[in-house]
């Protein structure tokens, strides 16, 4: 088994810390999405403002930002200030694609989103940490394996029974991150100017399989990541971040089913014919 995951997957830097923090990324996630599952939401979507009018909020465009942000800002830093020591390709593909992810996201939460209530602040703040750390142990993984190795870096990890993915890992990412964003704005635009309170059932795309075709392309865009960078800790982000959005989309289904009698039970919560 080692022997084939050495194929695809790079070897760890000698950090004790990217080690545990693998581990604990592929544990923590999935426990996530079961609490999901089970009703226990994070504080910044449509079903939490049941039970948690106690809890301290902010504007919903200011919460979504200052989830984004940290993230976004790490991207960016990675790629002015860290690129120029280090030119190893998969280094800058992998910083890029999660600049571009968050740039994404901001331009969204600024432009694309509408929003009513609010987001709740401990959520935010830690989704947030959440969002900023696995980003720069993204980065951090490369920066820490192939350290200044220059222009002629690729001999460092291209070994020959080593399977390259970074190239298709582009291609799932752009899939993914446009598929993200078109249902995003067909989702925008089921609420109009002013319209605060009502819901309706999304129509276009792939709504009429998967409540969460959003979701399904957020998996294949981080899936891409995963395999531009073919780390450890990235597979393990990957992983925890498919089980959380499972969890997610299923407690999204049973909501529409607990608002819409006529919701059409055929459609799956993210995976088409099948969950």
């Known amino acids: 088994m080692e022997s084939i995951l050495t194929r695809f997957i790079l070897p760890t830097p000698p950090s004790l810390y990217i080690k545990a923090l693998s581990l604990v990324t592929v544990i923590a996630l999935p426990l996530l999405g079961l609490l999901e599952m089970a009703g226990k939401h994070l504080g910044y979507s449509k079903f939490y403002n049941f039970g948690s009018q106690n809890r301290a909020k902010m504007p919903s465009r200011a919460g979504m930002l200052l989830l984004y942000t940290p993230a976004f800002l790490t991207g960016l830093a990675s790629l002015l200030l860290l690129l120029p020591h280090n030119k190893d390709l998969r280094f800058f593909l992998v910083s890029l694609a999660l600049t571009v992810h968050f740039f994404k996201r901001i331009f969204e939460v600024i432009f694309i989103h509408k929003y009513s209530g609010g987001v709740v602040i401990d959520s935010a703040i830690l989704i ?140 799956k919560a993210v995976i088409p014919f099948v969950f």
Request: aromatic content about 20%; overall charge positive; charged content about 15%.
């Open 128 to 267: 947030s940490f959440s969002y900023f750390s696995s980003t720069a142990n993204m980065i951090y993984c490369h920066y820490k394996l192939y350290p200044t190795q220059g222009p002629n870096s690729d001999q460092y990890h291209e070994q020959p029974t080593f399977i390259d993915l970074k190239y298709i890992g582009v291609l799932l990412f752009l899939i993914g991150i446009s598929g993200n964003f078109y249902h995003h704005y067909l989702l925008s635009q089921l609420r109009k100017k002013g319209d605060k309170d009502s819901y309706k059932i999304p129509k276009g795309g792939l709504f009429g399989l998967v409540i969460c075709p959003h979701y399904l392309f957020e998996i294949l865009g981080f899936v891409g990541i995963s395999f531009i960078s073919q780390t450890l800790y990235a597979f393990s982000f990957t992983l925890g971040t498919i089980f959380y959005l499972v969890g997610r989309s299923y407690a999204t289904r049973n909501w529409y089913l607990s608002k819409f009698e006529d919701f059409p039970k055929e459609v």
